[in-house]
């Protein structure tokens, strides 16, 4: 078992940014591929970025590709969403993720965090 637990949200207005972190426990971090995804209102939950075990090889949606970085400290069994530029359309629940491979269907996603709110105000 692995437990996720998301900081860091908060209302932040366009062009703003906001620094995201989940801090696991459980199981050894540096073994799972960690994430975020998040889920707007009416929307259905979508894939934001990924970083593999090495914390070099990233993964990003084309919506947040070049302003968002993802990066993860195994020594501190913590992974960060750095979120630069955000426009209104980055409101939605973001969710920390753990799973054993690199996926972007949240149906094969192994460990959720709770989710914590961002909120981009125009």
């Known amino acids: 078992q692995v437990q996720l637990v998301e900081s860091g949200g908060g209302l932040v207005q366009a062009g703003g940014s906001l620094r995201l972190s989940c801090a696991a426990s459980?199981?050894?971090?540096?073994?799972?591929?960690m994430g975020w995804f998040r889920q707007a209102p009416g929307k259905e939950r979508e894939f934001v970025a990924a970083?593999?075990?090495?914390?070099?090889?990233?993964y990003y949606a084309d919506s947040v590709k070049g302003r968002f970085i993802i990066s993860r400290d195994n020594a501190e069994n913590t992974v960060y969403l750095q979120m630069n530029s955000l426009k209104p359309e980055d409101t939605a629940v973001y969710y920390c993720?753990?799973?054993?491979?690199?996926?972007?269907?949240?149906?094969?996603?192994?460990?959720w965090g709770k989710g914590i709110l961002v909120s981009v105000s125009s």
């Open positions: 993720t753990a799973d054993q491979i690199h996926t972007r269907s949240p149906q094969a996603i192994d460990y």
């Open positions: 459980g199981r050894t971090f540096s073994y799972y591929v």
């Open positions: 970083i593999r075990r090495d914390a070099v090889s990233t």
